[in-house]
């Protein structure tokens, strides 16, 4: 295990953009996740689709020999700056990137749009892909290019994690009896918590999301359920466990 006491937390101002909580925690659920069910590698290629301040990167520093790599990018500009300067110094098999995607809640003024997006990573590069809070903020055609290109830049038996908030039964049922953080609305094909900012918070129907996957070839192995609509869960959002 490798010596990570040198790589201080980001500053409290930066955990508060990213939806507060215990920062290490959080991050070493999502990656213990992955290593129990996808196998996770000391020497992985990792791609962390949203990185944010780096919240994946911590536990995977501590599991990630220098034979592995961790690539991130984001669309904001600070997290990046922070992760570069403060982990890649001391780390250099992890690396950040910032993007300029659009988003009309998050970045309106970016001229990119998610649905035209190219990873910056040649084919097959890596055996695991995270989007933890990525596509609980796009539009079904953006969510539909991302997964055409992490089918490009993902191993032939890579896996991918994704979180979402899935709309079915259960979860229509919750929010009927206000137990949930958010009230989706059904929005076109999608649906939003908030129709004159839809982007903010955006939930897919359930078999909706799961055939956007099988319409590459992915199958989603297992679903777990989030606690935002009220549910006893150890996680926030919805994750879907993706592999070929």
């Not at 990213?18 to 996808?38: A, H, N, P, V, Y």
Request: proline share 5%; charged share 25%.
């Amino acid at each position: 295990m490798r010596d990570i006491s040198k790589i201080s937390e980001p500053p409290e101002d930066l955990h508060i953009c990213f939806g507060g909580g215990d920062f290490r925690l959080s991050g070493k659920k999502m990656i213990d996740l992955c290593r129990e069910k996808f196998g996770l590698r000391p020497d992985s290629k990792v791609l962390d689709i949203g990185c944010g301040i780096g919240r994946l990167s911590y536990p995977l520093l501590e599991y990630l020999s220098e034979d592995g790599a961790y690539e991130g990018f984001d669309t904001f500009p600070v997290g990046v700056k922070w992760c570069t300067e403060n982990i890649t110094p001391e780390f250099p098999n992890f690396r950040y990137q910032h993007v300029e995607i659009y988003n009309s809640t998050y970045n309106p003024a970016a001229k990119t749009k998610a649905a035209d997006f190219i990873f910056p990573y040649e084919d097959e590069s890596f055996d695991l892909i995270t989007l933890n809070s990525v596509f609980t903020h796009m539009m079904p055609e953006d969510i539909m290019n991302y997964i055409k290109e992490m089918d490009r830049v993902l191993k032939v038996d890579g896996h991918i994690l994704a979180t979402f908030f899935l709309i079915n039964a259960e979860s229509n049922e919750l929010m009927d009896l206000g137990k949930s953080v958010h009230d989706f609305f059904k929005f076109g094909i999608f649906y939003t918590a908030d129709p004159k900012d839809p982007m903010d918070a955006v939930g897919y129907d359930e078999k909706f999301a799961v055939n956007m996957f099988a319409q590459r070839g992915f199958v989603v192995q297992e679903t777990i359920p989030g606690n935002w609509c009220g549910r006893e869960s150890n996680y926030h959002q919805d994750i879907l466990l993706v592999s070929r």
